[in-house]
């Protein structure tokens, strides 16, 4: 396999090789954006990386303009680029300065016959007493602004000892209790 490391503003549609139908950036929306800028509290970083895994799963986003949010909003997102003769390319996107209280972003999208196809969404928020509750709180409320398409699922969990064993994630013992948000397409 080979892998190849991208920064987010060299990718291009030349670059990554899609069609550019699939590449055409939808205007993210000024007030999402606004909001998104001035995230103060962890509480606050839970809600908007909650509505961002809600809102780039929707048909009209695309890889694009997730990379251009994550831009705009500061959190240096990079891209890695698995090429294999064997199996569809894969585009993970990671972020290194996540909102205040998240971490360890992932977004993966999987080439399909020159279309990227989300595969998968997600991010870390602090532990605390109240932190699994408030995930699912935020859950809730990203899904009544923008219910989920058709094909994908969203799941909230503390991460427990046989989480800590990720190789992309330097998890160490006081991470037990941090909370993953994760949205997946729903694998047949």
Not at 104 to 117: K, S
Not at 146 to 157: A, D, R, S, T
Not at 161 to 177: A, I, K, R, V
Request: net charge negative; charged share 25%.
């Amino acid at each position: 396999m080979n892998t190849k490391y991208l920064f987010a503003f060299a990718v291009t549609v030349g670059l990554i090789g899609c069609t550019e139908k699939n590449y055409q950036s939808s205007s993210t929306n000024e007030a999402f954006l606004r909001q998104h800028k001035t995230i103060q509290t962890p509480k606050e970083g839970l809600q908007a990386m909650t509505d961002v895994l809600v809102r780039f799963a929707q048909p009209h986003e695309n890889i694009q303009s997730l990379l251009s949010y994550l831009v705009e909003t500061n959190q240096q997102p990079k891209v890695f680029v698995d090429k294999s003769d064997y199996i569809e390319d894969l585009y993970t996107i990671r972020t290194e300065n996540p909102l205040k209280g998240t971490a360890y972003f992932e977004a993966m999208y999987e080439e399909r016959d020159q279309v990227l196809v989300l595969m998968h969404l997600s991010f870390d928020y602090k532990k605390g007493i109240h932190s699994l509750e408030e995930a699912k709180a935020a859950v809730k409320s990203s899904l009544e602004e923008n219910p989920l398409p058709e094909g994908y699922h969203i799941w909230v969990k503390e991460l427990v000892s046989d989480d800590l064993m990720n190789p992309t994630n330097p998890y160490t013992t006081e991470d037990l209790g941090t909370v993953r948000v994760t949205l997946e397409i729903l694998r047949h």
